[in-house]
Nanobody, 127 residues
Framework: QVQLVESGGGSVQAGGSLRLSCEAS????????VAWFRQAPGKEREGVAA????????WYADSVKGRFTISLDNAKNTLYLQMNSLKPEDTAMYYC????????????????????WGQGTQVTVSS
């Protein structure tokens, strides 16, 4: 069974930085990729960034490319999302997820590929 617990959310001013963490267990045998999604009030959930659990390969939403960096420390069983140059439009609940997905550049990241989800951590960016 996969368990995911996010932390690191908070409130920050525009231009600031935050690092989200997701402590994960059971994902190495139950998934090939882990990801961050976000959902703002009144909006659909969207993929932010993803990474394969073994080997290289990442995926980023166009809206965060150059500002966010996803990384995975398998020794610590922890997924990270470093968020720099934050904008008010980045305000959302951020979720960690694990599943089986092909990270195809230029395509959306299908939420239905990810069967395991954390409880979320809130990120609020003020202008």
């Amino acid at each position: 069974q996969v368990q995911l617990v996010e932390s690191g959310g908070g409130s920050v001013q525009a231009g600031g930085s935050l690092r989200l963490s997701c402590e994960a267990s059971g994902y190495t045998t139950n998934s090939n990729s882990v990801a961050w999604f976000r959902q703002a009030p009144g909006k659909e959930r969207e993929g932010v960034a993803a990474i394969y659990t073994h080997g290289s390969g990442t995926w980023y939403a166009d809206s965060v490319k150059g500002r966010f960096t996803i990384s995975l420390d398998n020794a610590k069983n922890t997924l990270y999302l470093q968020m720099n140059s934050l904008k008010p439009e980045d305000t959302a609940m951020y979720y960690c997820a694990a599943g089986w997905s092909k990270l195809r550049v230029g395509f959306d990241l299908p939420a239905e590929d990810f069967g395991y989800w954390g409880q979320g951590t809130q990120v609020t960016v003020s202008s």
